[in-house]
């Protein structure tokens, strides 16, 4: 069976050794002695804070047709017609932030389908990386969650808040960690990312990258400045959340 999460935490230095991490481990039912921590059942609460339509759903959708200029322009956009895009700008460059009923732009799209020469084009354009649509997105909070570096590094070049929240006060860095992200939480820290926001639930990165056992992510943070033994709303560590979390991903594992 493979070592949980609080083991390699403790050894990557990322869980000190000592009262807070036996004061996590009681909190939690377990036990660390020779023959290994014991496991029982618990219940831990996520630290992921949101209401909002996954970015899974968002990236098997298209831009509505119809017959409206802005519908054709952002159609070009999703099918990576850069030629008749610039074309179109040429003609009338206030149509590089027309939206679609979702109000999503063009650089939204861009996102979506991962396309930094198009995201760049518009971007030069005039496009706003901080438009928000109706699911409360913004170009840069698509390319955190689709673990898009390149394309996040170039809306952050251009103004794009790392500051942004979506669903509830998730913060890019939140969501980066959520999801894994390394290379994306690295740029989020050096953009200025705020590496102890908190959530609705009082939960900061550190909480939702000890749920998703994203160890390298959880480094970075720490170097960063994120407190280990940062309470939520319901008084739980990140601490907490390693060892609650690395239970029942075990749990999880044996009975596969």
Known sequence: MSPLVIERAI??????VGAPCKLALDNTGMSHGNSGL???????VSATSTDIEPIESLLEQEPLQDESTASNFLRCVFQGDAQTVL????????????KDSGGKTALHWACLKGNFEMANLLLKWGASPNCVDTATYTPL???????????????????????????????????ASVKNSNEVVKVLINAGGQVNAENSKGATPLHCAAESSSIECAQQLLAAGCEINYP?????????????????????????
Not at 141 to 162: K, N, Q, T, W
Request: charged fraction near 15%; include cysteine.
């Open 11 to 16: 050894l990557c230095g990322i869980a000190p």
């Open 38 to 44: 014991q496991r029982e059942k618990v219940s831990p």
């Open 87 to 98: 074309q179109m700008l040429h003609e009338d460059e206030s149509r590089v932030n027309a």
């Open 141 to 175: 909070i698509i390319s955190v969650m689709r673990g898009d570096a390149l394309i996040l590094e170039r809306l952050i070049s251009y103004g794009g808040s790392v500051h942004a929240t979506i669903g509830k006060n998730m913060t890019a860095l939140h969501w």
């Open 232 to 256: 939520d709303n319901t008084f739980q560590s990140p601490l907490f959340y390693a060892v609650s979390y690395a239970k029942l991903h075990t749990s999880a594992n044996s009975q596969l």
